[in-house]
């Protein structure tokens, strides 16, 4: 498999077009998933009325099936459809999730008490929705990362940098979603906000068929004989995947309403993933390879803490922001509570150039730290952003929390993304052997789902009691974020100090990667295997 950058290809900025082309379809379904997904939590406990508790658990369901998806996903690109016809497929699926979610139905209604009466053929219409979006991205999210790895050759020492400006996409649609959509949905329906999110996918899905000429066969099925032949169902196995896929969204429909049924399957799928690289790392690999692949899983498994951490940012610290944080003497009562959301993308958009600048001056001095370090530090930064949150609700009394210490929370939550997320996925595609670089893609996203899940466990230790999802009791609901906050700030200090402790040995374990060229070479032989 080729993995250099040919002589035809054209360049913008030093990097491929290609990168660009993907930069702007990540960035236009990164604005359909998070436009979605900042209103999710306030739709729930808002309009159908749900309980935290419930409202949690489901957006935690949501997320974690969105993000175990790509493991299969992964897999079927590797092994049959190719990355770039997995991602199509999937951003079709997209579009047709998000038209959905732009139907509401009736409002719940509380008509005695603690009796909820809710539009049930609504709810099965937005469960079903969900289920298309879940589908659409396993086989989109993963493989459309894959795809900028095989852009740059083994070594490049811009593969950094481009993953980097790849992440500024996801974040620029981000940004603009987290505000255009809370605020059409929450001042002026659901269903607008909704509405737009699905208008992104849209763009986004143009803007990838159209730009794949600038991918000069990157992406494409490394076995084109094997996607033609027969499945037993007749069909070649190209066909035979979107058809069980399809039907596989029913399945995933029942799956987002039942918890304890997701919560199964992640352990299930967690155990089983851990026991194939153990297995292909003996069985498969020579001793660099399978010390690499090793240091990868140790990457990954501290990956769950930080994603646990941050992805409060959906559930306990939206409705924070809605509940606790104190919008009513200032120009940002104007700002509905989901807009907050933007802040950590527009800190990414300012900020990423500025890590990525840190990391090339400090790579010129021999200093840039190893990954193991840059997680580290990403772990304490989420840690000190929920201090911040409890130093603020100690500062403010009996009222409402200053809207400063959410602002600061961001900050460093943003700081220790910068240090982990696209490093993480660069060394995915640099730790992973050739032929299994998708399937450790998605492992990389099966543990950030197995994160969604417990972030939402977690953020159940601040549910508290609403009347029409509007908070009674003030100083106790901020006492319950504040006792929230406290344990994970703790958490994330101690478990970025072991990381820290153990990183000499993780970077043994790399056998210098980052200035391996024979990624080209590995590649060939296992083919040869």
């Not at 660009?20 to 436009?35: A, D, I, P």
């Not at 941050?310 to 104190?326: C, G, K, V």
């Not at 953020?459 to 508290?464: E, L």
Request: aromatic share 14%; with cysteine; charged share 15%.
């Amino acid at each position: 498999m080729e993995t250099s950058i040919t002589p035809k290809q054209k360049e913008l900025f030093g990097h491929p077009i290609g990168l660009y082309v993907l930069f702007l379809t990540e960035m236009w379904e990164r604005f359909s998933f998070y436009g979605m997904k900042a209103l999710l939590i306030l739709y729930l406990v808002k309009y159908h009325l749900f309980s935290d508790t419930s409202g949690n658990l489901l957006v935690g369901s949501y997320a974690a099936l969105v993000y175990a998806m790509p493991v299969i996903g992964g897999f079927l690109a590797d092994r049959y459809l190719g990355f770039r016809k997995a991602v199509t497929f999937g951003g079709v699926l997209l579009v047709l999730g998000h038209i959905g979610m732009a139907y509401e139905g009736e409002a719940a209604k509380e008509i005695s008490t603690g009796v909820i009466e809710r539009d049930e053929n609504a709810l099965q219409i937005f469960y079903f929705s969900l289920a298309l979006i879940i589908m659409g991205v396993g086989f989109l999210k993963a493989n459309i990362s894959s795809i900028v790895g095989e852009l740059y050759k083994r070594g490049d020492a811009r593969r950094d940098s481009g993953f980097t400006i790849f992440y500024m996409g996801i974040n620029l649609g981000s940004a603009l979603a987290t505000f255009i959509c809370a605020w059409l949905g929450e001042k002026y329906g659901w269903n607008y906000g909704f509405g737009a999110a699905g208008i992104g996918m849209i763009l986004g899905l143009i803007t990838f068929i159209y730009g794949k000429k600038y991918f000069y066969g990157k992406g494409e099925a490394k076995n084109k004989a094997l996607l033609k032949e027969r499945s037993f169902l007749g069909l070649n196995n190209e066909y035979t995947i979107y058809l069980l896929a399809v039907l596989s969204i029913f399945i995933v429909w029942q799956m987002v309403q039942r918890h304890s049924i997701v919560e199964a399957i992640l352990m299930i799928s967690g155990a089983v993933s851990l026991i194939y690289i153990f297995w292909y790392a003996l069985i498969k690999c020579d001793k660099i390879q399978r010390d690499r692949l090793f240091a990868l899983t140790i990457l990954i498994l501290f990956s769950v803490i930080f994603w646990s951490l941050f992805e409060q940012a959906y559930t306990s610290l939206n409705l924070y922001a809605d509940r606790i944080l104190d919008r009513d003497t200032s120009i940002f009562g104007l700002i509905p509570a989901g807009a907050f959301l933007s802040l950590n993308a527009i800190f990414i958009i300012l900020f990423a150039p500025v890590f990525a600048w840190l990391w090339i001056k400090l790579e010129k001095r021999n200093r840039n730290p190893n990954a193991a370090i840059k997680f580290a530090l990403a772990i304490i930064l989420v840690g000190l952003g929920f201090g911040a949150l409890v130093i603020g609700a100690e500062l403010s009394g009996a009222g409402k929390v200053a809207i400063i210490w959410l602002v600061l929370a961001y900050l460093l939550h943003t700081w220790g993304e910068l240090c982990l997320s696209p490093v993480g996925l660069s060394y995915v595609t640099k730790l992973s052997p050739g032929k299994i670089v998708g399937f450790m893609m998605g492992v990389w996203f099966l543990a950030t789902a197995g994160s969604e899940y417990i972030a939402s466990l977690l953020a159940n230790i601040a549910s508290i009691d609403t009347s029409g999802g509007v908070t009674t009791d003030l100083i106790d609901a901020k006492a319950s974020y504040t006792d929230l906050f406290e344990k994970l700030f703790y958490v994330g200090l101690i478990f970025g100090v072991i990381l820290l402790v153990i990183s000499p040995l993780v970077k043994k374990m790399m056998h210098n990667v980052d200035t391996d060229e024979s990624g080209e070479d590995e590649v060939i032989m296992e083919e040869k295997h």
